[in-house]
């Protein structure tokens, strides 16, 4: 249950109709207003009570306005003041809202692996057209690993020199 909160405001414009139409114009303007903001919400989703507060009142108004005149009463304006969620309602458009987050994050995170991925086969089939590229890459990295304050040390062995030592069948 949502609870709404609105002012309606109005004033008396034909006195004589006011006292003869209607028992009490004040009590009946309001028991209208209440019923009207609870049949406009109604047909309302809850995105659309909150985003459109003004479309809505200016709705009630109109009705309210065209509602009270055979009373005598004019409504200058009606304010959709507060809409207050239950706590539970809250938590579970929080969680909705959570998961939504992380769904989109992690379908961004993909589509990153999937453009390295696709400069990675790039750059392998750009390396395997020259040997010299790949000690050159070689030389990269080591300089790169040298640049940080570290202990580790990475000897890099041309590649033909590790074919001798693999079996061939």
């Known amino acids: 249950t949502v609870a709404v909160d609105a002012v309606v405001y109005y004033k008396i414009s034909n006195p004589m109709a006011s006292v003869c139409n209607v028992t009490n114009a004040s009590s009946s303007t309001r028991l209208l207003a209440s019923t009207t903001l609870r049949t406009i919400l109604g047909t309302k989703t809850l995105q659309e009570i909150l985003a459109d507060r003004e479309h809505t009142a200016e709705v009630i108004l109109n009705q309210l306005d065209h509602a009270t005149d055979p009373w005598g009463i ?63 890459r070689y030389l990269q990295t080591l300089t790169h690993i040298s640049a940080e304050k570290n202990s580790t040390i990475i000897f890099p062995l041309p590649m033909e020199v590790m074919s001798s030592f693999i079996k061939k069948d």
Request: glycine share 2%; proline share 3%; net charge positive.
């Open 74 to 136: 004019k409504v200058e304006r009606v304010e959709v003041k507060d809409v207050r969620l239950p706590q539970q309602l809250q938590r579970a458009m929080a969680a909705e809202a959570e998961a939504a987050r992380e769904a989109r994050a992690k379908v961004i995170a993909a589509e990153g692996e999937q453009k390295a991925s696709r400069a990675l086969k790039e750059a392998s089939l750009i390396i395997s057209e020259s040997p010299s590229a790949l000690q050159l």
